[in-house]
């Protein structure tokens, strides 16, 4: 697709059984890169307070962290729909704030969607940022903002009672007006029941392949993050091997002067070095 890809697409890629595709990025090239690869959309995490900033997890991640990397990755993202998340209590003290830091990443930071974790405790908040003119995503399953309730990285839906919750969830979120709702590390048989049953189109992560559409971590698909690797990661490339490669012989040169040589050095006319050999500073 060379045309923009935007909220009305990934509803007419659910009717039609399309396949949508989404990477994360946090940066301009890397935005562009994928921009250029031809990825429906772009998705500025707040997983970049691991995987960028170093954090043990996402709730270290403000407003302004966000801000300013959805603005880089927004100058670089010419056709993919950039969509930011919203970071930790951003959308939890109120709609007034919710709508305001929606704004913020729309008006600031260039994206054309929000996504908001949680279900039927955030319908208010969802309606009142889209009433504002701003789309949303929906986020169930394991909600990384809630990792201290879960009690670490935990996949949800495992037994009816959660199971049922994340379905009436999408539902609500549904009904409130999202445009998508991301799946994240729900049984595959159960995203693919709540897939089969909404009208907006399921992004998964470690949901199975039943979903409308996948996500992943692109600090992960290209072996960049090693502090771990989640069950559902699919490497397709180890670039952080390749670049420690790269620095090891990078140091090993430098340290015997083999780099740089002067093909990777600037020249001057000789006379001027000549000259220069004369010169005699008394200070």
Do not use: W
């Amino acid at each position: 697709m060379n045309s923009k890809f935007t909220v009305a697409n990934f509803k007419e890629s659910k009717k039609t059984g399309r396949k949508i595709s989404m990477l994360t990025a946090y940066d301009y090239p890397t935005a562009k890169i994928l921009d250029e690869a031809g990825v429906d959309s772009i998705l500025v995490g707040d997983s970049l307070g691991m995987v960028v900033l170093g954090y043990e997890d996402t709730t270290r991640v403000t407003m302004d962290d966000m801000v300013h990397h959805v603005k880089a990755v927004s100058r670089g993202a010419k056709r993919a729909l950039v969509i930011s998340d919203m970071p930790f209590l951003s959308y939890h003290t109120g709609k007034h704030d919710s709508v305001r830091n929606a704004g913020r990443l729309v008006l600031e930071g260039g994206c054309k969607a929000v996504k908001l974790e949680g279900g039927e405790e955030i319908v208010e908040d969802v309606k009142a940022i889209i009433s504002a003119g701003i789309p949303v995503i929906g986020h169930l399953g394991y909600t990384p903002q809630s990792i201290n309730v879960f009690g670490g990285h935990k996949a949800q839906g495992k037994d009816l009672e959660t199971a049922r919750k994340i379905y009436r969830d999408a539902l609500l979120l549904q009904k409130a007006g999202v445009f998508a709702i991301v799946l994240e590390c729900v049984p595959y048989k159960v995203a693919e029941f709540i897939s089969k049953r909404l009208d907006i189109p399921t992004i998964g992560i470690g949901s199975g392949p039943d979903c409308d559409g996948q996500v992943l971590v692109i600090q992960d698909l290209t072996g960049m993050f090693r502090d771990f690797t989640p069950k559902h990661v699919k490497k397709y490339l180890d670039m952080g091997s390749a670049i420690e490669g790269a620095v090891k012989s990078y140091i090993d040169e430098v340290q015997k002067g083999v780099f740089p040589t002067e093909k990777n050095s600037f020249i001057v006319d000789e006379a001027v070095v000549k000259e220069l050999e004369k010169t005699n500073f008394d200070i």
